[in-house]
Every structure is written in structure tokens, then in C-alpha cells.
């Protein structure tokens, strides 16, 4: 059974940085893509970013562009997301989920073309 458990959430203020990670167990799990998403309070959970364990490549949503930075590590079955300048608008309950299938069309976005989903890791940003 694999399971992913995240890290590194908490209060921060408006400008500051803060990385969560994720690590999947068994730890030799191989993953396809790896993602985050997050889920503000009171509306729809929402794509952050995405990384494919072949190429490395990456895709961000248009709010992270810029400000976030996704990586894997432990033989890509671990995903760290590095969030900079945060803002108050960040405050969310934020999900690692993992795909271990490829995708026909490139790296997915969509809640549904994700197998694993970790329990959240709460972030909250104060102005």
C-alpha cells in the first residue's frame, strides 16, 4: 500500500519562504509524476505544480510561476515544493499526489489523473 506524508507546513508571514515535502512509502516506489495541489477554504482544490520522474520536466500554475520551485529527490520518490514571497492569498491546505503510470498527454494537472494523495499539510500566511 503506498502512502504519502507531508511536511513542512505552518504560519508564516506575507514574504517569507517555506518548503514542504513529501515522501512516499515504500521509499522504492517509483513514481511517473509527481505533484502538489492545494485546497483553500471554501473552494475547489486547485493545481500547484507537477514534475515527470523521466525528464525532470516541470508545469506550475500561473500563481506559482515564478514564486514556486518543484523538485524530487530519493530516487524520485520524494517531492519538495520551495514556495518564495508568499502571500496571504497561499493559505491553503496543501496536497502531494502521485501518478505511477504515464500520461498520454504530458504532465497532469487534473485531481483525477492523480492514484496517491498524501493528508495535507496546512499552510497558513498572515498579512
Known amino acids: 500500500q503506498v502512502q504519502l506524508v507531508e511536511s513542512g507546513g505552518g504560519l508564516v508571514q506575507a514574504g517569507d519562504s517555506l518548503k514542504l515535502s513529501c515522501a512516499a512509502s515504500?521509499?522504492?516506489?517509483?513514481?511517473?509524476?509527481m505533484a502538489w495541489f492545494r485546497h483553500p477554504l471554501g473552494k475547489n482544490r486547485e493545481f500547484v505544480a507537477a514534475?515527470?520522474?523521466?525528464?525532470?520536466?516541470?508545469y506550475y500554475g500561473q500563481f506559482a510561476e515564478g514564486r514556486f520551485t518543484i523538485s524530487q529527490g530519493d530516487g524520485n520518490s520524494a517531492v519538495f515544493l520551495q514556495m518564495n514571497n508568499l502571500k496571504p492569498e497561499d493559505t491553503a491546505v496543501y496536497y502531494c499526489?502521485?501518478?505511477?503510470?504515464?500520461?498520454?498527454?504530458?504532465?497532469?494537472?487534473?485531481?483525477?489523473?492523480?492514484?496517491?494523495w498524501g493528508q495535507g499539510t496546512q499552510v497558513t500566511v498572515s498579512s
Open positions: 515504500p521509499h522504492t516506489t517509483r513514481f511517473a509524476y
Open positions: 514534475i515527470g520522474s523521466n525528464y525532470g520536466n516541470t
Open positions: 499526489a502521485a501518478r505511477t503510470t504515464d500520461h498520454e498527454y504530458g504532465i497532469p494537472v487534473a485531481v483525477v489523473s492523480y492514484d496517491y
